[in-house]
């Protein structure tokens, strides 16, 4: 079935990536007054940005979203809570999820800036999703809406700025933000299929990958006495609180850049040294995928192309089977195997294509990360970052990504793909880029596999470059559904 998105009731960061909008900052708030609070959120829902504004005509942007206990502030009654999925529920942080996720060691939750104790899942409610075009624009928002917050009841906890890299790069120095899927139903149904994606993959209230609906939070209508909600696809005698809503993941990734690009350039070093030249640029993109200007391995193995620098249409089945040109265990292969995720499983290669780029849309997320704190170097090429000097700043990326099933989505790209040393007949491989060694026991150190003839290469003693700092799993409501959590 082809469904239509209700753009106008869904949150326009869901759509768009506000790629314009280069300025971002995000509040943390906690709600100290229900009442006042409420009044706050119903006179600023006339200012929350719908994916149905055309992101040329606009030069801010305003998003909201809760965290469970931030629902459960709403008065929402039980029998609703009890509904909502229960990794929100239980939030990022419990032990399971912490193992789950990778989350030990320097990344435990205890050494988190925000999001990791008992206290702050308690007491941050809303997130306040600030955009604009430039940082003096966003001075602007930001200050109107702080000034109304201070009499809203809501108290501002953590304030997170977010930094605009040249180039749309990373810390590490690759370009970010390409590979993202299509959805469904918003009116570019152009796209190439296999980047096409129902938009129950992402929203409440619409048909999945599996062509059902999504378990979506819902209230029995004596609750919603305004009638402001739709019904429910599953039971239509409830009503329907997810409807045009998606679930954010948002993780304060820190990233080691230094240390990245002095295992890249020692490794390089080491095997020009064994007569087998090559370069830090050379061994980091083959970790990534993609080459610095962001051209896939897949297309441009030997040299990045500039004419294919947000490249998207490819498959790895075809071109690359065996990953001589895209290591298998990439970052981006491992976190989106496209159409070879399976692989030798039916015993015929193109049933297996046809059921891999089936299988894999259901396992997509919409990311919507911004980068935070300076570039190690301003030009943020490699010779660059190689040869600048330590300096110790804390810089990273918010990964933010949208999902309707964190654990089927979010949760399982990070812990079955990029966690998993064994990921697609590899054995100590996680994730070179982002992934973490001690999964594999205390102090453990992680190997790189290039697939190559006559014989593989491998970078050996790889560490940790990417630490968690903070996080939370927040419900990000349509605009109706909005409407009524401040009425109920
Ligand atoms: C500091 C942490 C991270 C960095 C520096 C990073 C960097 C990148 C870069 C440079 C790309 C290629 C450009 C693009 O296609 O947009 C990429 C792609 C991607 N990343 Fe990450 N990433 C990080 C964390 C994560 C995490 C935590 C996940 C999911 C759990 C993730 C999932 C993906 C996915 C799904 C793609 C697209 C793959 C494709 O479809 O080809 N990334 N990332």
Redesign the pocket.
Known sequence: MNESVELNDVQGIIIKGYDKLKAASFLLLEITDIAKSKQWITSLLPSITHAGISTQTIDSAIQLAFTYSGVAKMNIPAEGLTTFPPEFVEGMVTEHRSRMLGDLDDSAPEKWNWGGSDYDFESIHLLLMLYATDDTKLQIVLNEQKSTLASAGIKIKYELDSTKLPNE????G???????PVMRGVGHESKHEANLINPGEFLFGYQNEYEKYMFSPTVSPEHDPQNILQADKNNPALKDVGRNGSML?F?Q???NVKAFWNMADQAAKEKTAQQDPTTAEYIASKM???WPN?S?LTKCPVHPDPAKETF?NFGYAEDDYDGFKCPIGS???R??P?DNFLRDSTGDKEKDIEKSMMFMKRF??L?R?RSYGPPLAASMEPKDIINAAEDHKER??Y?L?FNSNIGRQ?EL??QT??NNPKFAGLYEDPDP??GYPGIMGEGATSTFTEQALPVRKQVKGITRF?NVKGGAYFFMPGLKALKYLSSI
């Open positions: 790069k990373e810390h590490f690759f370009r970010d933000g390409i590979a993202q993941v993780r990734l820190e990233q990534l995928g993609r962001g896939p998207d970052h981006i292969r976190a989106n496209r997509r997320i990311r990360g990273g990326l990964f990504c979010f790209i990070q793909w990029i880029m982002i990417v």
